[in-house]
């Protein structure tokens, strides 16, 4: 059994459906790229204009699940957020499939050139959910790289993507996920950093983050735009981390984001609200956990393992100081063993720890 459930630190870049080793030491290998101001909490829904409005709370509202959604050839959108719904969860996180809806990542002298049928089926999929009473992360976790890459050029054209994107989504989307913890991985080069993040690298990353802001606020002015930091182990130190790296990044932010991996350490969940709370409270942002999970597999965690952190993550996160909390994932990948389904679909005991958590709810 690995004694960390963390899937480690997924780089981002183009090349969406590459799988990554282990980040850290420590780390599982394989894993997708994509995972990985005013709180909306249950009960209450974000219209297409941006307004919320009162809606029968989903069972567990508070609560959504990663998905793999049209960029993954196993159960397709419609059967995911399907059975989002079954599940009582509030919410779906999933990414922008880059391939799809990207021509070109354009270069010093020429724009970035988006695919408009792509654009519109990504705005269909965000529309299916909203019309399952679903809130939406989208994750917009891919950046150009290249050997030819200075800030200027890679901010200009990472500007004009996320405009793109906001365009094509709108309101529809609630919350925008920017990059995939960029305290590990820097998204120009979608290499580890040497090191903890530098304050020069932090400078620059509120600045991409405040630019993303800006171009998604043009066309999703009720929008909110995160980032999600690593979260391996949980543990003062970890907090402590946050907080040097939010004291950076926190004003180009207008949800805060921390992932969360406590293996089966019940103390270590049990202070995570607490946590929470605290980081809210310092930058007057909402929380939310970009993702909560166990694996299951050789060398890892048993099923009935899965099922008792899933039980206990129901219970603890509940919690009116989290906006929403991302159990990560719907249907395992790549044989990442995250997943409450197993790749060919079929249920482990978690997925039934969870419906049975949203009837007794109902």
């Known amino acids: ?68 959604g049209s960029r993954d050839g196993g159960l397709g959108m419609a059967r995911e957020l399907d059975l989002a719904t079954e599940l009582g969860l509030g919410w779906v996180r999933f990414g ?62 990472m500007r004009e993507y996320w405009d793109a994107i906001a365009r094509a989504v709108g309101d529809q989307s609630y919350v925008w996920q920017v ?11 979608t290499e580890p950093l040497d090191g903890e993040a530098t ?46 790296i939010f004291d950076v990044i926190a004003p180009s932010l207008d949800v805060l984001t921390v992932d969360a991996y406590p ?16 980081l809210a409270d310092r930058y007057g942002a909402s929380m939310m956990i970009g993702e909560i999970g166990l694996p299951t597999g050789d060398d890892r965690f048993d099923e009935a393992d899965q099922a008792d952190a899933y039980a206990r993550y129901v219970k603890v996160l509940d919690d009116p100081a989290l906006l929403a909390s991302f159990f990560y994932e719907l249907r395992s990948t790549d044989g990442s063993g995250f997943g409450i389904l197993q ?11 969870l419906r049975r958590a949203a009837s007794q709810k109902d």
Not at 125 to 136: H, I, P
Not at 263 to 278: I, M, Q, S, V
Not at 343 to 353: C, I, L, N, Q
Request: charged content about 30%; overall charge negative; glycine content about 8%.
């Open 1 to 68: 059994m690995t004694p960390r459930s963390s899937p480690g630190q997924a780089p981002v870049g183009a090349d969406i459906d590459t799988d990554v080793g282990a980040a850290l030491p420590g780390a599982l290998p394989s894993r997708r790229r994509v995972v990985g101001a005013a709180a909306v909490g249950a009960g209450v829904l974000l219209t297409a204009s941006g307004s919320a409005r009162a809606e029968p709370a989903a069972p567990l509202g508070r609560f959504g699940v990663t998905i793999a």
């Open 343 to 353: 790749e060919d679909g079929s249920p482990k005991p978690a997925f039934t720890v």
């Open 96 to 157: 922008v499939d880059t391939e799809s809806v990207l021509r070109s990542w354009g270069d010093a002298e020429n724009p970035v050139e988006m695919d408009e049928k792509g654009l519109e089926a990504l705005a269909r999929d965000v529309s299916d959910a909203r019309k399952r009473g679903l809130q939406v992360c989208l994750l917009l976790v891919d950046a150009r790289t290249g050997d030819d890459v200075d800030e200027s050029v890679f901010l200009r054209r």
């Open 263 to 278: 293996d089966l350490d019940a103390a270590a969940l049990d202070a995570l609200p607490a946590r929470a709370k605290r």
């Open 179 to 189: 990059f995939n913890e960029p305290d590990g991985w820097d998204p120009r080069s």
């Open 199 to 244: 304050a020069d690298y932090l400078d620059f990353l509120a600045r991409a983050l405040g630019d993303a802001q800006a171009a998604l606020h043009r066309h999703a002015p009720h929008g909110r735009v995160t980032t999600n930091l690593y979260g391996y182990p949980v543990d003062d130190a970890r907090e402590r981390r946050w907080r040097e």
